[in-house]
Structures are given as C-alpha cells and as structure tokens.
C-alpha cells in the first residue's frame, strides 16, 4: 500500500476536487463548495487540506483523495490511483499486484483503444485518407485541428484491427469487449468502423475510451456509428469534449452545449474553448450532472432545424431538473454551429452567444409560433406548451417567479397563469421540504395566496392587514412583514421582492404556500379571510382588556378596573369597516 500514500501525499486534494469542478470556497483550514455528488444549491461538501479529507454534510459521501477520484470517475480503486499517479508524474511501479481482474481487462481495453487511434490515424494521412481528408477540406477543417481533435479513417477492409489485435497478443475473449471487432455467427471477426471518418471520445482525464464514426459513403447507414457499450465507455455518461474544454469552462463559468462532434471542432476552431457535444446521443441527465460539476450555466446551441430545437426542447427538460441555467443560442440562416463560425466568424457567433435568450423566452415563442394568440384558445395552448417545462423547475421559487414573467410575455392574465402553475406545480412529487413544516392557519393560506396571485385587490389587503394585530401573531408573520415592506418601498410587487427579503426558513415557508394550494382563489374568499382576521383581532382584545380587569378587581385596584370596562364597548363597535383601523 505504500504506493496509495506516496501519491495520496503527492498530490493536493483540494486543486483534484478543483479539477472536476466543484469551486471551492476557503474558510479558516478547509475548503467549502457545491457537492459534486448530490444535488444542491447552498455548500454543503467540505475539503479539508490538512486532513486530506473530504465531506459532505448533505450526502454524508467522504473519503480521500483516491477515493474522490473512484466516486466521481467511477473507476476501481486501482485506475483511480493510476489516473492520478499518471496525472501528477508520479511513476507507477511495474507490479501488476494492484491490478484485480477487472482492472486488467480495462487496461487492456484502453490499450486496444490507442491502438486503433494510431491505425486511424495513419489511414488518414495515408493513400487511403484521401476521401476523409477531401472531406474535412470541403467541411473547411484546418489540418492543425485535425490534428488537435486527433481525427482518423477507419479503412474499409474490416480487418486492420483484427490484424493488430492479433499481432499484440490480446485474449480473443476481449476482442468484441473493446467495442473495436465484432463477431460473426461462424466465430470470426471483423472491425467495427469501415471506411469512416474517426473521432476519438475520451473521457475527462484526457484517455481514449471509444469512438464515433461518420459515414463517407453517401448511402452508408448510419450516418454517425459510436463505440458500442464497453467496460470503460458507457454511452450515457460521456461528454465530448470535455477534457479539452473543462479549463475554459471553469474560467468562463459557461458552457456551450452543440450536438455533433463537427460542431464541438467547428465552434473550439472559432475560438470558443468551452464547447460540448452530447456525443451523437440525446442529451441524458447523467450528461447534465456531469456538466453541472464544471459550471451551472449553459447555453444551448442546436441546430436551428426542427429536429434540433425538439432536441433543444427536450435537453431543456433534462437539464432543469438539475437546476441548471439555461440560455438557448440561436442562429439565423439555418446554419448550424460549424457553419455559422465559418460563414460568419467568431465575431458574429459572438454576437448570437451574447444576445442569447433565457429558455423561458425561447420556449414562450416556440408557443406563441404554434398556437393562435388573438383567441383565448390559443392563449390557453401557448401556457399549456409551457407547463411541462414549468412542472421541471427543481425550485419551487423560481417556478413562482417565472409565472410572474411569462404572464407579461405571453399576454395572459397572471391569475390564469399562476393557477396553471400551481396545478402543473401539485402534480409534480414535491420533495420533502429541508425545513421542519409549520403549520399555517388556513386563513394565512388564503391570505397568502391572495396577495400573490391577485394583484388588483393587494392593496385594500395589505392595508386591512397591516392594522390588525393578528398578521403580526401569524407563524408567516415575516412573510407578511417583507410584503408590507415591499409595498412601502413603492415601485412594482414581485415575488422576486418578496423572496429577496426572507430568510431561507420563511422562503420555504411561502413556497409551502405558493405550491401547496389547490385551487385558484378568488376574491370573496380573501376578503372573508380579511374580515375574520380582523374580528380576531378584535375579540383577542376584548379578552384580554377582561382579562386584565379581573385582575385588577382581584388586586382591589377598583378605580382602574372601572376605567377599562368603560373602555371596553369601543374596544368591540357593534359595526365596523375591515380597512379602518385604530384611530
Ligand atoms: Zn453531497
């Protein structure tokens, strides 16, 4: 074991965890960030540079340097303290002890995979590259990029990697396992890519764990083939083009999402580093959580076909369950990423990824594209397209937020609005709220919700409110204090307002109220609410001016009592207005 603390020595915790993502902020002798394993918003994971330990105070997931690296890698013990020896210059031992079974064959796979990476390489810049290379010149590719992105061509033999395969003495046993041969029927082999363009996928410590290939045969199928499902290459996890773009990522705290392998070059060729592909695959939510350790914003950039912005639309999805920022970046002139950056130039593209909509804008014209706004119908459609995405938000306050919005943008009335989402909002399975649940009256409820979701008559009700006693004994008394606050400082009421001036326990507090209601609320229920507060209010003091009376009777203090009860028929008017107050 004395090689695991040798590099456990060598290497820096906390610039490892760095590394995958997570910033980390220092306090006193430790580091303090996001948890790259589960999924939160304020930190709760805890580096120690002392210790060499992490922890995360959510999760409860903790370990060491080797261990950090197994958990987010998914890789065995041995790999892991491979990956960082190799990383770090620290020289492995040649004894195989550290190797299980499992781990050799890996090796053996990600041995296989430079293998092929140097035929295709070769292939390309020989005699039989010459249609790969005439089409990466026709696609404008520079050779120092294919250079940079490692392309190949795969010959059409279907037997070069047999043959090297072979020739290297690897089991026949791994053979189909690399993703590289397939097997017939009869029990011979073939190679998987035949007269293909290559790229290699690698994955975020820079290794080759697969490839995707593109046809050059016009009526080749499919026109992108990847690497099937190997051991170290597992489809739904891998991002390309991450090893190379995870610096500029960090640095520019955004990440650009394309969908092809040409895009992803195109677009780092242009000049923008931080750029990724989902690899020829839908977008999966293990691709998100991997993406979500580098950086929380991104911005979409599919293609401006009709496919593309399905997928766009779907990745949205996907990506909002994990609390992601979403940008969409669209292009005119029905160019793609690749061909943008060279019909226009970096500047220009630029340009698109500055003026970029938030997603909620974006899905909001998708919907008014599609529905008729000028008839209630389709103003019903429109907000209907957009509860799905609404359903997705993780956070309960964003959703109430972004009700807010688009109720201005799609010109619909914000009453409708919020009651499509508060519905959109109880169908979805809430998670358990972080703080212990209090209990609201049912009139704190309607109150509540009456002043966010009905802003013609918010007035009268702050006013009501704010001059009885029983707002101030509310369990969301503060709730109500920040929207009383707000209304003084003038200007307009939003809930973003309201949020901004709570605590994290009231903020919880209000989206318990905002989600949990069940219906829309109207105007009569608020404004019944309004009156028994305020009766309240008025019995409260009537039994406590008796109260006090009895007292003083008892205590012999008769002059005293006397006046009080004098006082007590004002305390209760037979008639009074709501909205009057003490005078
Ligand atoms: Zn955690």
Redesign the pocket.
Known sequence: MEFAEQVKSSVDIVSVVQEYGPRLRKSGNNYSGL?P??N?KTP??SVSATKQFYY?F??H?KGDVISFVMEIEKVSFYEALKTLAERHGIPIPKRSQYADEDSKLRGAIFQMQEYAQDNFRANLNGPLGEAARSYLAKRGVAPATIEQFGLGYSDRSGRALLRILEQRNFPQAQWEQSGLLRKRDDGTFYDYFRNRLMFPIHNESGKIIGFGGRALAPDDNPKYLNSPETPIYRKSAVVYNLHRAKEAIHKEDRVILVEGYMDAIGVTAAGFRAVVASCGTALTAHQVQVLKRHSQKISVNFDPDAPGANAAERSIGLLLEEGMQIRIVELDGELDPDEYCKERGAGAYQQRLDAAKGYFFWLADRARKNNDMRTPEGKVGALKALLPAVGRISDRLERMAIANEVAGYIAVERGLVLDSFLKAAADRQEKSFAAPRVVLRPDERILLNGLLALPEIRGEVIAALKSTEAAGTFPSRRVFQAIFALDEAGGPFSFEGVIARLDESDRNLLAQVAFTADAAISREEVMAAVRRVSLTDEQNRVAQTRARIRELERAGNLEEALRLMAELPRLSPPARNTGSGDR
Do not use: I, P, Q, V
Request: net charge negative.
């Open positions: 948890c394993f589960h939160e709760s994971f995360c959510g999760c997931a």
